[in-house]
């Protein structure tokens, strides 16, 4: 790939650090529909959460929306051959689900259908592998009016809407993510409020977990009935690991609670068919509506975990025992570096999380589905985007990821978070996370350092391989 090299002389190729990759690691960018496609009225789409969430006043970042978002929708060409220029091998995108099923069940809507197909042939055709993942967030609003995911029913209807995707483009697309971040839309969409549908209802959001769980296991066999055997279906997870601050008694003990309420809640279901024990007691809930069989359901074994890792939580004892999803942390952590999100930025703890899923979990393979950094980056209208900390931030994690394969990790790949800017959730357009910036005023894209600086390792690991 000649571009690094041309346009960045001072890049140097990552030799020693892509020597640390097998040959058939997979190195990719990964994206969400609501978070870069834009098009929210067209074709078809209906409504979903997240638009209406963006339209209440004061939830997102001076009122921005997903409206326009990075235009992706009209510029798919444009965008595959970015990721083509990149030296990309995988694509994770997201499929909107109120494109598919406007009323997130019964009738489904053709031209949202098409518009994936048309994606997924583009990158095939640019040789780019896709990753699919069935839901990131936007769920249809019609099924909210109905209690979204506090409401069993909502499962039922992922289970049948992922059928249906998987009928359209399992011939063509061998990786499936059922859900992105579970926690995420549990806990920040019904606990705490900060994400769609804005809920304040603690005991929805151990409920709502229990339903994305189910929804998850009861759409695993419908897309393995339409795909095929070399197909891989799994579930991504945000996955913060926890370390203790001291040794103190009290810290050991909040440390087991954050670990239970951060990672336990939705890895034991799926891994070990339980929740852990004390869980719930201890939050001073109870237990979600659990039907004879969900555990069983939920458990059901999947090819691989995605794991997004983007920072570390260190505890500190509080005297008297804390509620699980209330562990004292210590932030800022003295001396520590931190991304504009101002979360600490902690390379070993990808290292150190994987180490630890291999061996309380083991899953049979692992994809880090999302990892980068929010700069603020800026543009000068001529250049690149000069973004030397977020180039700093991805070689340190993963450096941190060939350690991993080295301890036995079954580590297959790699999603840099993001491949353009765009719509951070309740942060609006004013967080930047791509390594390709994004002009949102003529939706121009420039590729920033970190993207040459990702390509040089990309076609670095390629040499390696292809002379070996
Ligand atoms: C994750 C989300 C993703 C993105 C990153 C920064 O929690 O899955 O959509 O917003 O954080």
Request: proline fraction near 6%.
């Given at each position: 790939?000649?571009?690094?090299?041309?346009?960045?002389?001072?890049?140097?190729?990552?030799?020693?650090?892509?020597?640390?990759?097998?040959?058939?690691?997979?190195?990719?960018?990964?994206?969400?529909?609501?978070?870069?496609?834009?098009?929210?009225?067209?074709?078809?789409?209906?409504?979903?959460?997240?638009?209406?969430?963006?339209?209440?006043?004061?939830?997102?970042y001076?009122?921005?929306?997903?409206?326009?978002?990075?235009?992706?929708?009209?510029?798919?060409?444009?965008?595959?051959?970015?990721?083509?220029?990149?030296?990309?091998?995988?694509?994770?995108f997201?499929?909107?689900?109120?494109?598919?099923?406007?009323?997130?069940?019964?009738?489904?809507?053709?031209?949202?259908?098409?518009?994936?197909?048309?994606?997924?042939?583009?990158?095939?055709a640019?040789?780019?592998?896709?990753?699919?993942?069935?839901?990131?967030?936007?769920?249809?609003?019609?099924?909210?009016?109905?209690g979204?995911?506090?409401?069993?029913?909502?499962?039922?209807?992922?289970a049948?809407?992922?059928?249906?995707?998987?009928?359209?483009?399992?011939?063509?697309?061998?990786?499936?993510?059922?859900?992105?971040?579970?926690?995420?839309?549990?806990?920040?969409?019904?606990?705490?409020?900060?994400?769609?549908?804005?809920?304040?209802d603690?005991?929805?959001?151990?409920?709502?977990?229990?339903?994305?769980?189910?929804?998850?296991?009861?759409?695993?066999?419908?897309?393995?009935?339409?795909?095929?055997?070399?197909?891989?279906?799994?579930?991504?997870?945000?996955?913060?690991?926890?370390?203790?601050?001291?040794?103190?008694?009290?810290?050991?003990?909040?440390?087991?609670?954050?670990?239970?309420f951060?990672?336990?809640w939705?890895?034991?279901?799926?891994?070990?068919?339980?929740?852990?024990?004390?869980?719930?007691?201890?939050?001073?809930?109870?237990?979600?509506?659990?039907?004879?069989?969900d555990?069983?359901?939920?458990?059901?074994p999947?090819?691989?975990?995605?794991?997004?890792?983007?920072?570390?939580q260190?505890?500190?004892?509080?005297?008297?025992?804390?509620?699980?999803?209330?562990?004292?942390?210590?932030?800022?952590?003295?001396?520590?570096?931190?991304?504009?999100?101002g979360?600490?930025?902690?390379?070993?703890?990808?290292?150190?999380?994987?180490?630890?899923?291999?061996?309380?979990?083991?899953?049979?393979?692992?994809?880090?589905?999302?990892?980068?950094?929010?700069?603020?980056?800026?543009?000068?209208?001529?250049g690149?985007?000069?973004?030397?900390?977020?180039?700093?931030?991805?070689?340190?994690?993963i450096?941190g990821?060939?350690?991993?394969?080295?301890?036995?990790?079954?580590?297959?790949?790699?999603?840099?978070?993001?491949?353009?800017?765009?719509?951070?959730?309740a942060?609006?357009?004013?967080?930047?996370?791509g390594?390709?910036?994004?002009d949102?005023?003529?939706?121009?894209?420039?590729i920033?350092e970190?993207?040459?600086?990702?390509?040089?390792?990309?076609?670095?690991?390629?040499?390696?391989?292809?002379?070996?």
């Open positions: 790939m000649s571009l690094t090299h041309e346009r960045h002389p001072q890049i140097q190729a990552e030799t020693h650090l892509a020597a640390a990759f097998p040959a058939n690691f997979l190195w990719g960018a990964a994206t969400a529909a609501y978070q870069i496609e834009g098009a929210a009225f067209e074709d078809g789409r209906g409504p979903s959460i997240w638009d209406d969430f963006a339209a209440t006043p004061g939830k997102t001076q009122g921005h929306n997903g409206d326009v978002a990075a235009d992706h929708y009209h510029l798919v060409n444009e965008d595959t051959d970015l990721m083509r220029q990149l030296g990309l091998g995988a694509y994770r997201s499929i909107a689900w109120p494109r598919i099923l406007p009323q997130g069940r019964g009738a489904v809507n053709v031209a949202g259908l098409d518009f994936y197909d048309r994606l997924v042939d583009t990158l095939l640019k040789g780019i592998t896709p990753f699919a993942t069935l839901y990131h967030w936007d769920l249809p609003s019609p099924l909210q009016s109905k979204g995911w506090a409401n069993r029913e909502t499962a039922l209807a992922f049948d809407y992922a059928e249906i995707v998987a009928q359209r483009l399992g011939d063509r697309v061998a990786n499936w993510i059922t859900l992105n971040e579970p926690w995420c839309s549990a806990y920040l969409g019904y606990a705490v409020g900060v994400h769609a549908p804005g809920m304040q603690r005991q929805a959001a151990i409920d709502a977990g229990h339903h994305l769980l189910l929804a998850h296991g009861l759409a695993v066999p419908r897309i393995r009935a339409h795909t095929s055997s070399q197909s891989e279906v799994g579930i991504t997870l945000s996955l913060t690991p926890v370390y203790a601050a001291d040794d103190r008694p009290e810290t050991q003990r909040d440390t087991a609670l954050a670990e239970a951060g990672l336990g939705f890895l034991d279901p799926l891994f070990r068919g339980k929740y852990p024990d004390g869980l719930f007691e201890n939050l001073k809930l109870a237990q979600p509506p659990i039907q004879e069989g555990l069983a359901t939920i458990s059901t999947i090819d691989f975990l995605g794991v997004n890792n983007y920072s570390r260190l505890v500190r004892g509080a005297a008297a025992q804390p509620l699980a999803d209330q562990c004292e942390s210590v932030s800022p952590v003295p001396g520590a570096c931190y991304t504009d999100m979360w600490e930025i902690y390379p070993h703890g990808l290292r150190d999380l994987l180490v630890y899923l291999h061996q309380a979990y083991a899953p049979q393979k692992i994809y880090v589905t999302e990892n980068g950094a929010a700069f603020q980056d800026s543009w000068d209208g001529n690149s985007v000069s973004d030397p900390r977020r180039v700093e931030f991805l070689r340190a994690y450096e990821l060939g350690e991993a394969i080295e301890q036995g990790v079954p580590l297959r790949g790699y999603f840099v978070w993001s491949l353009i800017d765009n719509f951070e959730w942060e609006g357009y004013n967080k930047r996370f390594i390709v910036y994004i949102y005023p003529t939706q121009r894209r420039v920033k970190s993207g040459y600086w990702y390509a040089a390792l990309l076609s670095a690991h390629r040499d390696l391989h292809q002379s070996a």
